[in-house]
Every structure is written in structure tokens, then in C-alpha cells.
């Protein structure tokens, strides 16, 4: 038989886009989900061109062009004046600069479609099991896992690829950093249909409101029906668990400085669930027959939009270089960490930066400001070149896939 045996751990965004880039370069893959069904809360994401290109050329352009937008600008306002203070070129400016378009989509629609051409590609996919525990040996990875009820099996693999998401059990055998580390941030998230919103803020556009209080971020998604709505505030401490239901009173009432249509906008919407925002700096992302990709290997903070892009990276990187025979696995993962860990640090300081500059107050927000007037437009889109225009080295050599 020809090809790896890989068992994947996860079946969020990081899960199925490695399945379904390993099942491409013919390696045999199974996913393995611990919750009873595919879900995945938190509506919008964007999709940078980093991360679009990736899912195109994986042959997702029909259903991507089906369930995504392109928004035409990201307009960035302080949040007490509607009045724009700058604003980024996005569709066809960044398409045509990155081959690639910046996309937003709902997160569930991104998870249909992955699911549908991993299904498509024979890749099983076992809903409401855990992997519990992974142990490399000289013949492979012994990989334990227990049902909701309980019970436990076994199953005997050429590599284990973990994408177990943000608390990752896997994460643990790699010894990548520790925990993650809160970094002062909560995030409360929701959609409301685009007709109750304010009239401006119904446009083809993102919208992203700076201030010292927190930010907000709002696009639309499903062509236009649903806002996605995300309001960052600034928190000492955590909020327990995750995707926890908030009080949207509150919310308001803690921005209630904000321009009228932001505060129409937010009071419109609801309900809304919060997540703390945590990061551990991507460190360590393989030991023995172990892979760590996505939030599993690497949070990030969402302040460049980069979580989902860089699990997508991930999944492609590590498809371009694994081999057919297990026994040059080492070198390949070797290679993965090496390519990974500089790339993912870079964008997990800017992400940390930005959240530092995005709630400036007094003149260093009036500096702030002035400069993003300064650059205009489609120079505040290719300050990241870096970043959206940017191929793995292990993708600029690869072979075309089988
Ligand atoms: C407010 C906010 C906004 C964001 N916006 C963006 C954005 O616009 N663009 C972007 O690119 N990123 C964004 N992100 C980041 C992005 O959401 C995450 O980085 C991404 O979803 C991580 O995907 P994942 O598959 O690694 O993890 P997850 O989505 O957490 O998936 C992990 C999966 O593994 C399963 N699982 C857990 N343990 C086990 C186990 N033991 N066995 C089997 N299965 C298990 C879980 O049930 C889950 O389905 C944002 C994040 C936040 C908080």
C-alpha cells in the first residue's frame, strides 16, 4: 500500500484541511472528532490571501466562490466619530497583488465545504470520539481512544496528526510551551441579519473600530444576509469557559461612547458568547510520530485575522513534505518545525502588537491615526505583503500533488 497511515485529531479547520491535503498526496487518513457532531461556533472568519490560495488550489474554488465574500475595503474609524480615519484595499486590490482574493465566510459554511471534499476524497471521519492518548514507537504511533460512553480502542498509525484545537490533550507529548497565556482580551462575538443594521454599515465592506476601551470588527457574510459582529474589550481576568453566553447590556454599556451607528449596530445584535483570548508562542510542533497543527501547536491572538490561515499554511506545509515511506518521517517533520515555528512566531508578535496599537488612547492614538491617513489605502494592504503574499518554502519546491 502506498502512502502513510495518518490519523488526525480534530476536526475544527485544522483537522480537515490537513485530511483533506494528506488524502490528496495519497497518504491514508482518518479524522477522529471528540463532539457528536461538526459544529463550529463563533460565525465569521476571514480568509486571507495567504489561505485562500491554499484552498484553491486544493480544488475548492466552486464551493468557496458558493459560500464566501469579498469584501471591497476594511474602513477604520476611532469609535466615538463615524468618520473614517483610513482604510485598506481589499478585493480586487489584493487579489490581483496576492493571486489570491481576502475572503470572509461564516465558519460553518468553510466546515461544510472541507467536510463534503474530504468525504468526496474517502477520508472517514468518526464523530463523538477522543483521542486520549498517542505513543510513538519504532513501528508507528499507538493511538488510544475513548467514545462517549466510555469505552476505548486502539488503533496503530504511521503518524498522528494533532489538531485538537486551543486545550489540546496531544499537545501535552510534544512539550511545546506550556499552557496558553491570557493576554487580557475577551472577545464577544454574534451576526444580526444586515437589514437591522444601520444603513452605512451595510456596505461590502469590513468595518473596524479602534479604541482605548477595545475594538470592533464587523463584515458581512452568506452573501450579504448576516453581519458577523466581534466587540474586543479589554479584561484583567479571563471569563470561564468558552463561548460563554454574555450579557449584551453590559457590552453596550461599556462602549457606550461609541459613534451612533457603532452603538445601533450593537444594540441590534445578540445573543452574544465570549472567549477569552490566549497565545503560547509556537515553540516545539513535533516529537516522534506527533504533529501539532493549528490552535493545538500555536494560538494566536485574532488581531491580523491569522489563527485559521496559519492552520491552513500548516496543513499544506506539512502535505508538501511528507514522505511516502515512514521511515524518512524524521527528517520531513524536522523540516515542517524548521519551515513553522519562524513564520508563526512572526505573526503571533504582530497579532500581539496590534492589540497594543488598536487601543491607544490620547496623542499616541492621534499619531496612530495619522499615519494610517499618511500611507492610504493600498499601502496599508502591502505593509503585509509578508504575510498574505507568503509561500511556504516547502510549497515553493514541492511536487505537484499525485
Ligand atoms: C474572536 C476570534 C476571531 C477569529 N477570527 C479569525 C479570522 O478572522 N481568521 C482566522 O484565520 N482565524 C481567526 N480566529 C482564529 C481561528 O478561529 C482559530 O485559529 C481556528 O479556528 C483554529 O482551528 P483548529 O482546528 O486548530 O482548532 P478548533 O477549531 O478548536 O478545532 C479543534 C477540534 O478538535 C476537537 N477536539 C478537541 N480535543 C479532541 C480530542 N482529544 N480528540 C478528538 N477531537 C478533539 C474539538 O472538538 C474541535 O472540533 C479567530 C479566533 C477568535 C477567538
Not at 454574555?246 to 450593537?266: C, E, T
Request: hydrophobic share 45%; aromatic share 6%.
Amino acid at each position: 500500500m502506498s502512502g502513510l497511515s495518518i490519523l488526525v485529531a480534530g476536526g475544527g479547520i485544522a483537522g480537515l484541511t490537513s485530511a483533506l491535503l494528506l488524502a490528496c498526496r495519497g497518504h491514508r487518513v482518518s479524522v477522529v472528532e471528540r463532539r457528536a457532531f461538526l459544529s463550529e461556533v463563533g460565525a465569521g472568519l476571514q480568509l486571507s490571501p495567504n489561505a485562500s490560495r491554499i484552498l484553491l488550489d486544493a480544488g475548492l474554488r466552486e464551493p468557496l466562490a458558493r459560500i464566501a465574500g469579498e469584501p471591497d475595503r476594511v474602513v477604520v474609524r476611532g469609535l466615538r466619530s463615524e468618520r473614517p480615519v483610513a482604510s485598506v484595499a481589499l478585493g480586487a486590490f489584493a487579489r490581483e497583488r496576492y493571486g489570491a482574493p481576502y475572503l470572509v465566510a461564516h465558519r460553518a459554511d468553510l466546515q461544510g465545504i472541507l467536510r463534503d471534499a474530504i468525504e468526496q476524497a474517502g477520508v472517514p471521519l468518526t464523530l463523538g470520539r477522543s483521542v486520549v492518548d498517542a505513543v510513538s514507537s519504532r513501528d508507528g504511533v499507538t493511538v488510544t481512544m475513548a467514545d462517549e460512553s466510555g469505552g476505548t480502542s486502539e488503533a496503530q498509525v504511521d503518524l498522528v496528526v494533532a489538531a485538537d484545537g486551543l486545550w489540546s490533550t496531544l499537545e501535552g507529548k510534544v512539550g511545546a510551551a506550556g499552557s496558553p497565556v491570557y493576554r487580557g482580551y475577551v472577545a464577544w462575538r454574534t451576526t444580526l441579519p444586515r437589514e437591522r443594521a444601520p444603513a452605512l454599515l451595510q456596505g461590502n465592506e469590513t468595518g473596524l473600530w479602534l479604541g482605548s476601551v477595545g475594538h470592533v470588527v464587523h463584515y458581512p457574510i452568506r452573501r450579504g444576509e448576516l453581519i458577523n459582529l466581534v466587540a474586543i474589550e479589554q479584561r484583567y481576568d479571563p471569563v470561564e469557559g468558552w463561548a460563554t453566553p454574555g450579557d449584551g447590556a453590559g457590552l453596550v454599556a461599556r462602549f457606550s461612547q461609541s459613534a451612533p451607528p457603532l452603538r445601533m449596530l450593537m444594540e441590534a445584535a445578540g445573543p452574544w458568547l465570549l472567549w477569552s483570548l490566549f497565545d503560547r508562542p509556537a515553540h516545539r510542533l513535533t516529537a516522534g510520530n506527533l504533529v501539532l497543527v493549528g490552535d493545538a501547536g500555536h494560538p494566536v491572538l485574532p488581531f491580523l485575522a491569522q489563527g485559521a490561515a496559519l492552520a491552513i499554511e500548516d496543513a499544506a506545509t506539512l502535505a508538501s513534505l511528507l514522505p511516502d515511506d515512514k521511515a524518512d518521517l524524521e527528517p520531513a517533520l524536522a523540516r515542517f518545525e524548521r519551515d513553522r515555528v519562524p513564520r508563526i512566531r512572526r505573526v503571533q508578535d504582530e497579532a500581539r502588537r496590534n492589540g497594543r496599537v488598536y487601543h491607544l488612547g490620547g496623542p499616541a492614538a492621534f499619531a496612530r491615526d495619522l499615519v494610517m491617513r499618511t500611507l492610504g489605502p493600498q499601502r496599508m494592504t502591502s505593509r503585509y505583503d509578508w504575510l498574505y503574499g507568503y509561500t511556504s518554502p516547502a510549497l515553493a519546491r514541492s511536487a505537484p500533488p499525485r
